[in-house]
């Protein structure tokens, strides 16, 4: 509902630029010296403002510098040509400063919106996406899976014994783990993953599977590599290892990232109760242990 009111209210604001270009035109071509005439292309490209489309501010402020040009050659010259041409060209740069303003003032709110957005979505320590990120683009994920017909696999992390750490090697050592984690995800998953930290210890990953990938394969492979490379703390190396927990869905999906959390982490308690260290994978109608 909101997006139809904002369309009908661009709409609403782009006709009334237009009108108001095209009537101060056609008045501009009767009048000798211009200014009076000039000055009201200054409002469209002002108006534009109000859509929020930087595009169109640019647009209706090099309208309005185009058509006071052309209303100089075509207006009557008046009795002092000097004149004629200082007020066009000071109604033209006024023009231009307008939209120039509005379109920077558009640019830098963009901008604070967008880091304000990826504040609010990331997680401070390791810059993964958080809860809310996770929300946002794991729907679009799901949407995007089951407009293709995509496998979809949910995975939830957990490292094991990880108050162990912090109580033998200290706090600073806990989040060197933490980001050495995050870490190794974006080494082994890249950019096709959504990837979350959700908890003091436990991290999210939602992935589209390609067709020559499995859930148990990927699964194995953090297992193996956080188990293979630990933590190089500056008093030594910090044996590291996670469980992992993993949900494919391939037809059935999850109506949203809370159901697919929900149904890796039942999975992950699972290889937990195993013996951690281990992957447990389960699809939408069955579940398997495998140990590490």
Known sequence: MTSTRNTYLTWLVVAAGALINGATFMADLDLPVGVAAGIPHILPAALMFMTGSRRLIAGFSLLGVVLIGVGWIYSPAGEYSHVVALNRVSTMFAVAFV???????????????????????????????????????????????????????????????????????????????????????????????????????????????????????????????????PFPSPEGEVPVSVSVGAVVYDGDYPPNEIAATADADVALYRAKRAGRARVSVRSTDTASVATI
Not at 125 to 152: D, H
Not at 153 to 179: T, Y
Request: some cysteine; aromatic content about 4%; proline content about 2%.
């Open 99 to 229: 939209g120039g303003c509005s379109w920077m003032v558009l640019h830098h709110s963009e901008r604070q919106f967008e880091m304000m957005s990826e504040l609010l979505e990331k997680d401070s320590l390791t810059a993964l996406l958080n809860r809310r990120g996770l929300a946002i683009s794991g729907r679009a994920m799901i949407a995007e899976c089951r407009e293709q017909s995509a496998p979809l696999a949910a995975l939830a992390i957990d490292i094991d014994h990880f108050k162990s750490v912090n109580d033998q090697h200290g706090h600073i050592a806990g989040d060197g783990v933490i980001l050495h984690i995050a870490d190794s995800l974006r080494t082994l998953l890249g950019d096709d993953s959504l990837l979350a930290r959700v908890g003091g210890d436990e991290f999210v990953v939602l992935r589209k599977l390609q067709p020559d990938e499995t859930a148990r394969a990927i699964a194995d492979t953090v297992c193996r590599y956080i188990e293979d490379n």
